[in-house]
């Protein structure tokens, strides 16, 4: 028996486990194992043919992935999880499980760089065409679809604008096309819940917030279990008609003794068996001790966050800062305020009054902010993009990405406060001093 709770504190330590049955382990063991024993020939073909749930092999469950996908199902709000090996893995399963050649899928154009080139260019590859469009106007999503659209993409918190995405705005558009929303929640865990603006699926890279310990690499998807996905059968035909890799399964049938979990249950036994991106259960112990603290550390990102932003709002050097909270356009404010409770995340952006020389040598001034390409650490990370991550890009391609050329990535983590900011001074001097000089 585990304890029952729909708070966020309890569910990260108790949900999905008490102990262990073996040893009474308090701790959720690593089951580093990589098969697991059959009762009899007819429990195996039980298992295999899905009538009885239970372990067959790691690739495609694991008692410690287990443990952690209850919990992350159980915080979102959602009907069930799958743990995979990145954030990259959850958002190219999450969109394979329903779209294969021919499909289509409108995507925002704000999206991490991974996962804009992951659309782009490799599900081109796939014959899958994602159809780019500006969150700015909802309706872009509608105009942008047809017949062969199988689901809609974006970020709740993308950096570099920060600008949120309006979830309820384009998820109804699709539920009244039929049309599922996918949220890359990967920003904003806890402080958003996308299921309760009507997303049908929420994916995640683990290797940030959820984890915090920047020490492993992994990604979740979680079925919202509220989308009807036999009211449109002939927009999803790979989980309304027989699966051939399956024996023949139709999915939405077959899975309904389990609840509303069709989609998931394929995305596990179809995707994952086949393309084998799953998670170790170490890294799922790792993200199972990182979630553990989760509301606190998501508390304390923020705030130290939004500190930082007011700081650097005042600096005579700084140009312009980014922060949800910060943005001129009223509507933008409205959308950060309906979606985000509780705090506006921990990713702040600014600009530099020197440009991009300013932006690189504030970079090599930092001391205590790791230069790093990643963000939701417990420590605080810093990037330029202009001469990193968008160097590759046109000035124009960069612009329209919303990186200037001064601008300065801040992932606000854990240490005190008053060591942020004097970091963050010191090398703004050590930056902006030399302008002054010339
Ligand atoms: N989604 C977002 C918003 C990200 O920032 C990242 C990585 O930076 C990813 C997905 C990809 O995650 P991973 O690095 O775990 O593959």
Request: glycine share 8%; proline share 5%.
């Amino acid at each position: 028996m585990t304890f029952e709770s729909d708070k966020p504190q309890t569910i990260c330590l108790h949900t999905g486990y008490r102990a262990d049955p073996a040893t009474k382990s308090v701790t959720v063991p690593i089951y580093q194992t990589t098969a697991y024993e059959f009762d009899s020939a007819q429990h195996a073909a039980n298992l295999f043919d899905l009538t009885e749930m239970g372990n067959i092999y790691t690739r495609v469950m694991n008692p410690t992935c287990d443990v952690l996908e209850q919990r992350l199902a159980a915080l979102e709000g959602g009907a069930a999880a799958l743990c995979v090996s990145s954030g990259q893995a959850a958002t190219a399963m999450a969109l394979q499980n329903i779209a294969h050649t021919g499909d289509n899928i409108v995507s925002s154009t704000d999206l991490y760089g991974g996962s804009w080139n992951l659309l782009k260019n490799t599900f081109a590859t796939l014959g899958i065409e994602v159809r780019f469009v500006d969150p700015t106007d909802p309706e872009n999503f509608r105009r942008a679809s047809d017949e062969r659209t199988r689901a809609y993409y974006a970020e709740t918190l993308p950096n570099p604008k920060l600008n949120v995405f309006p979830i309820a705005e384009v998820a109804k558009i699709g539920r009244e096309l039929g049309i599922p929303l996918v949220m890359d929640n990967t920003a904003a865990p806890l402080i958003c819940r996308p299921f309760d603006h009507g997303a049908a699926v929420v994916v995640y890279s683990a290797t940030k917030y959820l984890g915090g310990h920047g020490t492993s690499v992994g990604g979740v998807i979680i079925d919202g279990g509220n989308f009807d996905w036999e009211l449109y059968a002939d927009r999803f035909p790979m989980l309304n008609q027989p699966d051939p890799s399956y024996h023949g399964a139709v999915w939405t049938e077959a899975t309904k003794p389990m609840g509303p979990v069709a989609y998931i249950v394929k995305a596990r036994v179809t995707l994952l068996r086949d393309m084998g991106m799953a998670m170790s259960p170490f890294n799922a112990f790792m993200f199972l001790q990182g979630l553990e603290t989760l509301h606190l550390r998501m508390r304390e990102h923020c705030s130290n966050a939004e500190a930082v932003a007011m700081y650097l709002l005042q600096h005579p050097d700084v140009e312009r800062v980014i922060h949800p909270s910060l943005h001129d356009d009223p509507e933008q404010t409205r959308r950060a305020e309906t979606y985000l409770s509780g705090g506006m995340g921990g990713l702040v952006g600014f600009e530099l009054k020197g440009g991009r020389d300013a932006g690189a040598r504030f970079i090599d001034a930092v001391e205590m902010l790791y230069h790093v390409a990643n963000i939701g650490d417990a420590r605080s990370l810093v990037i330029h993009p202009a001469s990193s991550t968008h160097q590759q890009l046109t000035e124009e391609e960069r612009l329209s990405a919303g990186v200037t050329p001064g601008y300065i990535r801040l992932s606000v983590g854990l240490e005190y406060i008053e060591d942020i900011l004097r970091d963050i001074d010191n090398a703004i001097s050590a930056a902006c001093d030399v302008e002054q000089a010339a």
